[in-house]
């Protein structure tokens, strides 16, 4: 992802004037307007309302649907996903999701003063067999406990 930039409209529009005409080009325009701006703005969702006929409610129902939209702004430097399904929950995920909460003095959706860290929830990474699992950065991680989470946090920020 690129470093995020600040909202503009016109850039905004020449991002997603040539998915307007391409059948399902709501989801891939609003990749485009994330990778662009870092989040999902408000703003984007009536820009993108109008190019595509559709209501704002409907575009913000596709937007909020999918985790890895961000509505309320852009993602810290690193973002750790730890997944809440019952199969990780099975094997400690709760208690590795309060050891994380603790060492990265956050909460769920939120990002670590100074942006370096951003902890969300998922539910189901596909690593049921393997949990607890997350992610971190995009690269999937399993058999966690708080130690080894720790380490790979600490290794993803060098």
């Known amino acids: 992802m690129s470093p995020a930039v600040n909202w503009n409209e016109e850039r905004a529009k020449e991002i997603v004037a040539?998915?307007?005409r391409v059948s399902g080009g709501l989801?891939?325009?609003?990749?485009?307007?994330?990778?662009?701006?870092?989040?999902?703005?408000?703003?984007?969702?009536?820009?993108?309302?109008?190019?595509f006929n559709m209501t704002r409610a409907e575009v913000f129902g596709v937007a909020s649907f999918y985790h890895d939209f961000r509505l309320d702004g852009p993602a810290g430097r690193h973002v750790l996903k730890l997944c809440r399904a019952e199969a990780c929950q099975a094997v400690g995920a709760e208690t590795l999701a309060a050891a994380a909460q603790a060492h990265l003095k956050v909460s769920w959706n939120e990002t670590k003063a100074g942006g370096e860290w951003t902890l969300e929830p998922v539910f189901c990474l596909g690593l049921c067999a393997s949990g607890p699992s997350a992610m971190i950065d995009g690269e999937p991680v399993a058999r966690l406990d708080a130690e080894k989470l720790f380490a790979l946090l600490d290794e993803a920020e060098r």
């Open 18 to 20: 040539p998915l307007a």
């Open 27 to 51: 989801l891939p325009a609003l990749q485009a307007i994330q990778d662009e701006f870092g989040f999902v703005p408000k703003s984007a969702i009536s820009l993108l309302a109008h190019t």
